[in-house]
């Protein structure tokens, strides 16, 4: 089986098996693409955007900035073949970047992605408010949602045991990943991550088929009526 990728940085990448080999840019074949909708959410500061720009970017984004609002990124992968792509919601952690915000974060979303900070304790203390809001705004329960302990690479300095977050995921029956969008040995981990949600979305109902003028990347969002949307 072969994952083949085409992120936003003018590279693709093909996955085969558990090696991943970069090669320049070429355009897909298909004019057929699924787009989906990803939000990573969770408190300023625990790496929502370096993890984003790890897997469409491909490397660790020195030095970023908070985010105001929400920033978008994408990359498309072929799946067995089929082309999925991904745009993900960047959102901000801070409240005043976001509040204005928060109704389009959640709108037509299609999985999201709780991340906090393996380092820091309060980071992860918020993630049942971080589920609250996402509640609140009806995402529906089918929607997947996985848990993301970032900064790995320091967890010597970890205050957020595995256990500790194995049981809050098991307690809403979230898969949980524990990684770094640093340490560049983490670059197939922080993919496999997505490419786990890609694969449970790949079975679902096409949501979008890309039109044959649209061949090129666009960094806008697309967003769809859910209700029309199966997700069996
Ligand atoms: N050591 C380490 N630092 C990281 C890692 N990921 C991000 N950082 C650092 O953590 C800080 C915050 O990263 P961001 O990605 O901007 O955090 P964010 O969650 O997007 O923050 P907001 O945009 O304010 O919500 C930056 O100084 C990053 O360099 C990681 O895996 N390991
Ligand atoms: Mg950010």
Redesign the pocket.
Known sequence: MAIESRADHGFSTVFKSDSIINESYKEHDSPQTRVFKIIVI??????????SYRFCGGK????????IGVDFRERTLSLDGENIKLQIW?????ER?RKSMVEHYYRNVHAIIF?YDVTNLSSFESLPEWIEECGRHSVPAMVPRILVG?????KGRGEVPTSLAQRLADGYNFPLFE?????PAEKEHVDAIFLTIAYKLKNHKPLRLKQPSESGATNLPVEQDQENSCFC
């Open positions: 969770g408190d300023s500061n625990v790496g929502k955007t370096c993890l660790f984004l020195k030095n970023p900035e908070a985010t960047d959102t901000a952690g801070q970047f991340v970032n900064k790995c690479d320091l990684t770094s969008a640093k340490d």
